[in-house]
Nanobody, 115 residues
């Protein structure tokens, strides 16, 4: 069974940084596009960042210049480096692996930005 396990969430002050990790198992990680989504209370889940199997990236306008997505295929892991965090970044962050008709999700990790 495919597993995606996120880690690295927590409480951080505005302006701070966090790095999220998502470790994948039981998939050929390198051929999957990987995405980070987030869902704040009372809001729809939204795409934050994505990286293709070839390493091309794109970002939501709200996080451009502050967040960086990267992947390490040798470790079957995708990362989300988050800098200059704002209270509006508070959400549960989910990892997603997608390819053709395959679509897998992690359980999510909470990020809270508050003073």
């Amino acid at each position: 069974q495919v597993q995606l396990v996120e880690s690295g969430g927590g409480l951080v002050q505005p302006g701070g940084s966090l790095t999220l990790s998502c470790a994948a198992s039981r998939i050929i990680f390198s051929i999957y596009a990987m995405r980070w989504y987030r869902q704040a209370p009372g809001k729809q889940r939204e795409l934050v960042a994505a990286i293709t199997s070839g390493g091309s990236t794109n970002y939501a306008d709200a996080v451009k210049g502050r967040f960086t997505i990267s992947r390490d295929n040798a470790k079957n892991t995708v990362y989300l480096q988050m800098n200059s965090l704002k209270p509006e970044d508070t959400a549960v962050y989910y990892c997603n692996a997608v390819r053709a008709f395959s679509d897998y999700w992690g359980q999510g990790t909470q990020v809270t930005v508050s003073s």
